[in-house]
DNA sequence: TATATTTGCAAGCAATTACTTGCGTATTAA
DNA sequence: TTAATACGCAAGTAATTGCTTGCAAATATA
């Protein structure tokens, strides 16, 4: 079943969830109450980016208190990064296309 | 069915093909060789990608030519800017630790 | 101690995924 | 014109997803 980052982040509540715990650590049924389903769905979310790797959850009493485990997500920007140079080369292209034009007298244009 | 950039990564073949479009455009049978499964497998997973926005398909002759769209591919890092904030800005914690150790004289650590 | 709160587990379900095999249809080359 | 190549479509399958309802267990509160 092996799941990973990119397992993660396909879901949108998934995704969603994950952005909540940018703010704050929070627990499982809180983190429900934001969504539109049972806390039970939500639940198995939660459980699922567990597993991913990209929370960590600490039982507190009898809640359940859940963290992002942010340098997981490092591993989606590792694998960008290739496309990431593709992208921004084709900025500088436009940025240098963009630097003539303006260092050019209008009469020119 | 509402598929989307999120969805295409998900899959380590889809990364894969992706991957292999960086280089250079490709037809269909091109990339299925790439891969130890059937052709039609692979021709599933470009409909698939093609369905997320993150590749073109153009006829050629018999054959079908398969290109990057690569500025889909930059959803993902949008959505990841927040989470690098909050890595880039650890790593800044630790660079400014490093930046004091650095500037002490040995005597006082 | 009785009750409320927080949570996981189990079972069930329809849809989707990640493949496969077999076949049909363009297009090109012999 | 015949044969090879490049490819999609259809149907089938086992596993996984994304959800639900119902129940049980642990912990906290009255």
């Known amino acids: 079943m092996n799941r990973d980052v990119f397992n ?9 969830i994950l952005m909540s715990l940018t ?6 049924n809180a983190l429900a109450d934001k969504f539109d ?4 769905a939500v639940s198995l979310h939660i ?3 567990q597993e991913c790797g990209v929370i960590t959850i600490k039982k507190e009493g009898r ?3 859940c ?3 942010i340098q997981k997500l490092t591993e989606i920007a590792d694998w ?3 496309f990431r140079k593709m992208w921004t080369g ?4 436009l940025d240098t296309l963009l630097d003539e034009l303006q260092s050019k007298p209008k009469k020119e244009l």
Chains 1, 2 share one sequence.
Do not use: C, G, W
């Not at 703010?23 to 499982?28: F, L, Y």
């Open 8 to 16: 993660a982040i396909a879901d949108p509540t998934r995704r969603s």
């Open 23 to 28: 703010s704050e650590s929070q627990h499982v």
């Open 37 to 40: 389903m049972t806390r039970q």
């Open 47 to 49: 459980k699922y980016l």
């Open 63 to 65: 809640e359940r208190h």
């Open 67 to 69: 963290s992002l485990e």
């Open 80 to 82: 960008l990064e290739p």
């Open 90 to 93: 084709k900025f500088n292209q």
